[in-house]
Nanobody
Framework: QAQVEESGGDSVRAGESLRLSCAVS????????ITWYRQPPGKGRELIAS????????NYADDVRGRFIISRESDKNTAYLQLNSLKPEDTGIYYC?????WGQGTRVTVSS
């Protein structure tokens, strides 16, 4: 059993930055990956970044690599997604996933 809560979404202009947080509360070990997804308006969820429990295995979707940075605190139950050089196409609801559990999402809106 786990609970996931995302925060940090906001409305910004193109080129600006945001930092999203993913707080996990679990009754099991935290030694599982945390994955960020994005759901653009009218579209399905797409995987954009993932990090293992030790921070040594990090992966990004092609369209965010070099702009977004995923990280995880040493206690393993909080992950972050730094969004840099934001583009209007980054607009969407950002979700965090831990062991198949989803949060409610946090909305990011990027205007041109």
């Amino acid at each position: 059993q786990a609970q996931v809560e995302e925060s940090g979404g906001d409305s910004v202009r193109a080129g600006e930055s945001l930092r999203l947080s993913c707080a996990v509360s679990a009754s099991t070990s935290y030694t599982y990956p945390i994955t960020w997804y994005r759901q653009p308006p009218g579209k399905g969820r797409e995987l954009i970044a993932s990090i293992d429990s030790f921070g040594g295995d990090i992966n990004y979707a092609d369209d965010v690599r070099g702009r977004f940075i995923i990280s995880r605190e040493s206690d393993k139950n909080t992950a972050y997604l730094q969004l840099n050089s934001l583009k209007p196409e980054d607009t969407g609801i950002y979700y965090c996933n831990f062991m198949g559990y989803w949060g409610q999402g946090t909305r990011v809106t990027v205007s041109s």
